[in-house]
């Protein structure tokens, strides 16, 4: 992996995402190396990894958290950020670099709200300060059931267990939890929403946009019937339908 430290201008990016107000992407790259990855597109915001495979490299925005103190010094009024909105704020490099914490710190302390999504269990390590936070909520991403199906399509990224057993902590420790499945992957639907259903507040959907890029992983692995409109379609339908007959 290729990790090298840049200096960022700008820490809040408004964005249109609903119920945000700004995207925070401590991280240019993502070590996760998801085979999927919709957030390949970031490599032409580099100066160093424009032509690298991603997966292969990530930059540290090592400044990030002077940056996002002065710009939240002169806003006017308290917002609503997600960390991230591409390249995952607790891939392995956070753990060195903390900078994932450090802006939750610094939010915290401007009495912002945070979303936050990643695919990494790391997140318990913050859980002192998500605490703290009156208006947080936590999203894992699980887009599967099948750790098979993860060992292949998302080869760096923490094992479905661990993810699992990271969204019951939060959910234990009283902070309100997600789940987003997407890319919708090979799954056995009821059995991913049995073991989540649980622990979670709220569940989003999505297909899987970058067929192209894994098409042939998929063919290789006989998963081609995942590969098409209907299987996406069907595949959200069961899910939601289990979500919404859902007793609490
Ligand atoms: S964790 Fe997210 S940003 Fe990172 S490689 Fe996977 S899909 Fe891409």
């Given at each position: 992996m290729d990790v090298i430290e840049i200096i960022t201008k700008s820490a809040l990016v408004r964005s249109?995402?609903?119920?945000?107000?700004y995207v925070i992407n401590p991280?240019?790259?993502?070590?996760?190396?998801?085979?999927?990855?919709?957030?390949?597109?970031?490599?032409?915001?580099?100066h160093h990894h424009r032509q690298a495979p991603w997966g292969t490299f990530v930059e540290v925005k090592v400044n990030l958290v002077e940056v996002l103190r002065s710009e939240l010094r002169r806003k006017k009024h308290r917002g609503r950020a997600l960390l991230?909105?591409?390249?995952?704020?607790?891939?392995?490099v956070e753990l060195k670099y903390q900078l994932t914490r450090r802006c939750l710190e610094t939010l915290r302390d401007y009495g912002w709200g945070i979303d936050i999504l990643t695919r990494?269990?790391?997140?318990?390590?913050d859980l002192d300060i998500l605490a703290e936070m009156p208006e947080v909520t936590v999203g894992l991403s699980i887009p599967t059931d099948n750790d098979q199906v993860r060992k292949v399509l998302?080869?760096?990224?923490?094992?479905l267990g661990a993810r699992l057993t990271a969204l019951q902590r939060l959910h234990e420790a009283g902070i309100p939890t997600w789940v987003f499945?997407?890319?919708?992957?090979?799954?056995n639907p009821r059995k991913l929403y049995e073991a989540i259903s649980a622990y979670i507040t709220h569940l989003r959907v999505d297909p899987l946009n970058y067929r192209n890029q894994v098409e042939e992983i998929f063919r290789r692995n006989q998963?081609?019937?995942?590969?098409?409109d209907k299987y996406a379609a069907q595949t959200r339908a069961a899910l939601l339908r289990m979500w919404a007959n859902k007793v609490n």
């Open positions: 249109k995402i609903s119920g945000v107000d991280f240019l790259g993502c070590g996760h190396g998801c085979r999927y990855c919709y957030a390949v597109f970031m490599r032409k915001y580099s991230s909105s591409v390249c995952d704020p607790y891939q392995p990494s269990p790391l997140v318990t390590r998302e080869p760096n990224a923490p094992p499945i997407a890319p919708i992957l090979p799954m998963w081609d019937y995942a590969l098409t």
